[in-house]
Every structure is written in structure tokens, then in C-alpha cells.
T-cell receptor, first 113, second 116 residues
Framework: GQQVMQIPQYQHVQEGEDFTTYCNSSTTLSNIQWYKQRPGGHPVFLIQLVKSGEVKKQKRLTFQFGEAKKNSSLHITATQTTDVGTYFCAGRAGGTSYGKLTFGQGTILTVHP | EAGVAQSPRYKIIEKRQSVAFWCNPISGHATLYWYQQILGQGPKLLIQFQNNGVVDDSQLPKDRFSAERLKGVDSTLKIQPAKLEDSAVYLC??????????????FGNGTRLTVT
């Protein structure tokens, strides 16, 4: 079945440093979504990428979807303590309107002040 | 808008006992999902409903897990009998799947289950 892998599993940064997490799918995706889960909380939707090579920005966050629609990345510029949490990518299999959304294992981000 | 409601928030049971979780999705959301999140892992889809029909339950351990969504609104997830490895957070989510299959998921706060 479809597998979605994320690296790294953990990332510790000093406040102000940049952070990047990478997501790779075993199959071509119809779209990919990114979620953030704060410690003790539930996943919260950040953004969705649909088109091959798409790049979207949300303030200090930059999201990219690969040309082959099998990989994606999230880059945070100048991290802040409020960025702490686990970032998940979730890929939707292509072909059907009800394609299953498969989550990666997440990257846990710790920001030291 | 009101979010996805789940109850209970926490549950502790002994192995071989049964347990049920309840979810009320966001009003108007056609699709409802149950995910299992084991500590340190990403959410794993157990079952997906479109209105009151099941569209994916391929990862639901059907010998012990069951779920229903009567009238296409509320849903319950049951485990009977529970095993130690069922200890996890059970997340319910909903989305406006009817409008677009690109709809984001809105998660509830989850039920943290501990099986002893």
C-alpha cells in the first residue's frame, strides 16, 4: 500500500535558525496536505498543494510540491518558539475522489530560546 | 463554527474489556474519519465514512473494532475486546468531501485510551 515517509524524525534548533522537513511518497499523489500538532493537541491543517512543482508561502513557512508529485517539503525561516510542535505531511492517493489520506510519521520540532 | 466534538477525553480500561468513543462532526461535513495515533507516530486511518456509507475500512481490525455512522451525522467507534496495543489517541475528523475531494480535515481533540 501507499507509504509516506518523513525526515528527519526530530529537529532541534535555536530560535532564529531555519528548519526544513521532507516528505516522500511511494506512489504519485493527487495532492498533499500539511498539518501541525502542538504538544498535547490535535493536528491542525496548514495548507494543501495540488499542482506539480507548486510553491506556496504562509509568512515564514514555504511549502513545495515536487515535479513528480511524489515529494514535498516545508521550510520555516527564522524559527520562533511558537513554531514548536510536530509537522505532518499527508498524501492523498490519486485516481478517486475518496482517495485515502496517508500521514507521514511527522517531524518533531523543538526550538530553544 | 463549532468544531468536531469527541467524548470521552480520556479512558482507562483493562485488557479484554470493551470501550466506545463518540464523535459529532462539524455540521454539514459529509465525510467522517477515525484515526488511531500511537505515541510518536502519525495518525493511521481506521475508517472513512461518506455520509453513512463506508468508503475505506481497509486498516480497521474488524475482529475487534467496529464503527457506525447512523443517519450520516454522529459516529461511534467500538473496541471489543481491547488489547494492550490499542493504547493510543483516537482522533475523529471531518471534511466537506461532498464539495471537493481536496477538503482539509478538521480534527477533534481526541480520546486518549490506556489499556492496562
Amino acid at each position: 500500500g501507499q507509504q509516506v515517509m518523513q525526515i528527519p524524525q526530530y529537529q532541534h534548533v535555536q530560535e532564529g535558525e531555519d528548519f526544513t522537513t521532507y516528505c516522500n511518497s511511494s506512489t504519485t499523489l493527487s495532492n498533499i496536505q500539511w498539518y501541525k500538532q502542538r504538544p498535547g493537541g490535535h493536528p491542525v491543517f496548514l495548507i494543501q498543494l495540488v499542482k506539480s512543482g507548486e510553491v506556496k508561502k504562509q509568512k515564514r513557512l514555504t511549502f513545495q510540491f515536487g515535479e513528480a508529485k511524489k515529494n514535498s517539503s516545508l521550510h520555516i525561516t527564522a524559527t520562533q518558539t511558537t513554531d514548536v510542535g510536530t509537522y505532518f505531511c499527508a498524501g492523498r492517493a490519486g485516481g478517486t475522489s475518496y482517495g485515502k489520506l496517508t500521514f507521514g510519521q511527522g517531524t518533531i520540532l523543538t526550538v530553544h530560546p | 463554527e463549532a468544531g468536531v466534538a469527541q467524548s470521552p477525553r480520556y479512558k482507562i480500561i483493562e485488557k479484554r474489556q470493551s470501550v466506545a468513543f463518540w464523535c459529532n462532526p462539524i455540521s454539514g461535513h459529509a465525510t467522517l474519519y477515525w484515526y488511531q495515533q500511537i505515541l510518536g507516530q502519525g495518525p493511521k486511518l481506521l475508517i472513512q465514512f461518506q455520509n453513512n456509507g463506508v468508503v475505506d475500512d481497509s486498516q480497521l481490525p474488524k475482529d475487534r473494532f467496529s464503527a457506525e455512522r447512523l443517519k450520516g451525522v454522529d459516529s461511534t467507534l467500538k473496541i471489543q475486546p481491547a488489547k494492550l496495543e490499542d493504547s493510543a489517541v483516537y482522533l475523529c475528523a471531518s471534511s466537506l468531501q461532498g464539495a471537493s475531494y481536496n477538503s482539509p480535515l478538521h480534527f477533534g481533540n481526541g480520546t486518549r485510551l490506556t489499556v492496562t
